[in-house]
């Protein structure tokens, strides 16, 4: 098991204890705490050198866990779910994150940037997206990547909120393809998933990413989550990819940053 947390390279997010603005200050604290990686949220391609973000990675020994995609559905109004152009560049920008991806060796993450579709028609919407995606996932399968679906509370979407209901998309809409992978966020699964231990058996070896947060997405410690028993069963199904904070800055910037490091070492500890 590794760990990450969120840097983001071009516009603030809540879910970073960085501005994009100390996006080099960022990297620098994941080393001094003692991460194994960033995951990094990219919204476009514009300017941006990936040679040179895995440079200064790896100068840090850091990897890129994932790369976060959400930031440019509402920057530019574009999702998997759209029709014409904004959906030709929304499968466009998942084969240059693809693209970036097989530079940086992480997973692609698709959570927001499939669409939030409509309420009562969540069947078909779920056909519409897993033919839209079929070129990016085919895409991905040739370049090596694995993109990560993340299932995310209904308040957010209306597709695939629950660890079960993602994984029959994954069966019954995609037909379990290679490249696809599971991100499970702890936030998201207090509010959808019955039972973690469940919903992490379930997903079985999918399972390439989780989110920390709270039940409030708060920092870790914050709310009412126990996250021990979810670590020991992640460690005893064999998990081997990345925990990565995706929390707001809560309680204070201040106690994310200096808590953050102590919160990793104490998962790693747990047996
Ligand atoms: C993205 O990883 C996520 O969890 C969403 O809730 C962001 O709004
Ligand atoms: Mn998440």
Request: glycine content about 8%.
């Amino acid at each position: 098991m590794k760990f990450s947390g969120g840097i983001t390279l071009q516009y603030d997010t809540p879910f970073s204890p960085f501005l994009a603005k100390e996006y080099e200050r960022g990297l620098d604290w994941l080393a001094e705490e003692g991460f194994d990686g960033a995951e990094l949220c990219i919204s476009d391609y514009v300017g941006v050198d990936v040679g040179r973000i895995k440079e200064e990675l790896d100068s840090r020994n850091l990897e890129c866990s994932t790369i976060s995609t959400g930031q440019s559905r509402t920057r530019e109004g574009i999702s998997l779910l759209h029709e014409g152009a904004a959906l030709r560049i929304a499968q466009e920008r998942m084969k240059q994150h693809i693209d970036a991806a097989a530079v940086l060796k992480s997973c692609v993450t698709l959570g927001l940037l499939r669409g939030i579709g409509e309420t009562g028609q969540e069947e078909k919407d779920a056909w519409i997206l897993a033919k839209n995606l079929e070129p990016v996932i085919d895409y991905a399968g040739q370049k090596n990547v694995t993109i990560i679906l993340e299932s995310i509370n209904r308040y957010e979407t209306c597709l695939f909120n629950s660890a079960e209901a993602l994984m029959d998309f994954i069966g019954t809409k995609l037909g379990n393809p290679d490249s696809v992978g599971v991100l499970w966020d702890i936030f998201h699964a207090n509010i959808e998933d019955r039972d973690f231990a469940e919903a992490i058996e379930r997903i079985g070896k999918r399972l390439k990413h989780v989110h920390i947060a709270d039940s409030n997405r708060w920092f870790p410690g914050c709310g009412h989550i126990d996250f021990v028993p979810i670590v020991r069963k992640l460690k005893e199904e064999g998990f081997d990819g990345y925990m990565s904070y995706e929390c707001f800055n809560l309680p204070s910037i201040e106690y994310v940053r200096s808590q953050s490091g102590r919160f990793v070492r104490m998962l790693r500890e747990i047996k």
